[in-house]
């Protein structure tokens, strides 16, 4: 995997500026975050070597070069889920690439639903914390020593003073924030009733199906983490209706701006 990596991260450094720090993966329905990124230069995935492509209808699959905020960031529009086929090495490539290209932060966003019966549809949620309910480990199999270590402490996954500075940028621009944690599961099914039931029990405010696989590795790659969720739908017992894929974008496309925003005002403060 490493000779991969590297030949990727060659083929990539040249394109980006070298004071890149900072990733972006943008999630469903969030792509439109890319239309404020200043400087642009796209990258279809299926010009980088060794990338997987992105399959799924919501998701473009390119690499953003460019800035934010005014600084300069490398986005991606399109991830790729463990649904889609693809394995955890193939998921969290990217998250791979980033760390070798010298990356400090990476930025998440996902579309999810939520357990917490005090979520709204379109509420923006901080994750705090997640459980992995994935069934592979991005982690199995030989540890690269030079990319981290073989037991990886997870006790701060989303960096507390990151979490901390959108939660002051939320507050002074009186964006509701709700705060949680995130179950990543596989779909692609959503949930049934009682699983939204047991996810709630165990400790979980949203669900989705992504997001958990990179955190890990970008923080077993010692990327600082922020992330968020978009409620762009509920498994609140009584409020469960049926959801499907587009209901999902559109929620998310009503939430965007905000989380942009938000987004947008932590990249100026680091
Ligand atoms: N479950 C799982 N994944 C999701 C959901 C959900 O309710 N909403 C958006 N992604």
Request: a negative charge; zero cysteines.
């Amino acid at each position: 995997m490493l000779k991969t990596l590297q030949e990727t991260v060659s083929w990539l450094r040249p394109q980006i500026p070298a004071e890149t720090k900072i990733g972006i993966i943008l999630g469903t329905g969030l792509g439109d975050l890319a239309n404020t990124i200043t400087d642009r230069k796209d990258i279809p995935y299926e010009n980088i070597p060794h990338f997987p492509v992105s399959t799924v209808e919501g998701h473009s699959g390119r690499l953003i070069v460019g800035k934010l905020g005014g600084k300069p960031i490398l986005a991606m529009q399109g991830r790729f889920h463990f649904y889609e086929g693809y394995d955890m090495k193939q998921v969290t490539f990217p998250v791979r690439v980033m760390q070798l290209l010298g990356f400090g932060y990476l930025f998440v966003s996902n579309a999810a639903g939520g357990m917490n019966s005090s979520f709204r549809i379109g509420d923006i949620m901080l994750i705090e914390d997640h459980i992995n309910l994935f069934p592979e480990h991005p982690l199995r199999g030989k540890n690269h020593e030079e990319l981290g270590t073989r037991f990886p402490d997870m006790s701060e996954a989303y960096d507390r003073q990151l979490r901390r500075l959108a939660t002051t940028i939320a507050e002074e621009n009186n964006i509701k924030l709700q705060y949680g944690t995130y179950i990543g599961l596989q779909g692609p099914t959503f949930e049934t009733p009682a699983e939204y039931n047991w996810l709630r029990i165990i400790g979980g405010d949203a669900v989705g199906m992504s997001t958990v696989p990179e955190v890990i590795v970008a923080h077993h790659g010692g990327l600082k983490v922020l992330a968020f969720s978009i409620i762009t739908d509920l498994g609140v017992l009584g409020k469960i209706v049926e959801v499907s894929h587009e209901e999902v974008q559109e929620a998310a496309k009503i939430a965007q701006p905000k989380m942009a925003f938000i987004m947008e005002e932590v990249i100026k403060h680091l």
